[in-house]
């Protein structure tokens, strides 16, 4: 399975791939705190599910890899389906509730570093039934590690993937500042960090287009990270 590595040793962290031929892997982090669920429950929130970039995805024919939260997969399990069942859509591990297990982690909730093994390790078991390709790629909310949260993952084989191209899509406003992030940094191997939290994230779905273009006049490729990673 891709990202799998020597169960028992501090996993690897990857920003890209090799800078070599021509392409990038864009990946989706479907983020779901408890704080997110209360607001779909009290209809502050009308959804955390951008399906205007699935649809796009799906008809453009782009690969891509998404890096789901279990509490995401457990209420969106139709959406979950939908990704799974492209065939060139990656599933991988966003932790169970996007909880932060260092200090002073942007905003995000805490979790004690003691808890990872088992929260990662239970939403694989969440995110399996669905089938499709799976990995064994997993990235840390807000990116957010040090070596005890690492050393904390080692017996579950897992590669820990970071991202070199940040979008900067939480919480804007705007979508044109989204693709000269992206577009000023991409290169060759690039993994693109953005996200599929409609509420969170409201402007990813219109710089989607214009991002695909930029990399369609870069001569740049969208593929699973896998092979992003793989490649050489």
Known sequence: MPGTTRVGSRP????????????????FDADMTDGMLKNLRTGRVKSYANLRILDLLEREEVPATFFLTGKWVQRYPDVTRRIADNPRFELANHTYGHAAFTGDCYDLPAQPVSELRGDVAKTFEVIEPYGGRQTRYFRFPGLCHDPAALDALAPLGVTVVDGDVVS????????????????DHVRPGSVVIMHVTEANAAMTDEALPHILAGLRERDLVPAPLSEVLAAG
């Not at 690897?12 to 990946?27: I, K």
């Not at 939480?170 to 992206?182: E, G, N, Y």
Request: glycine share 10%.
């Open 12 to 27: 690897p962290v990857v920003d890209h791939g090799p800078r070599t031929g021509n392409r990038v892997a864009l990946t």
């Open 168 to 183: 900067g899509d939480p919480f804007a406003t705007a979508w044109k500042p989204l693709v000269r992030a992206v577009l």
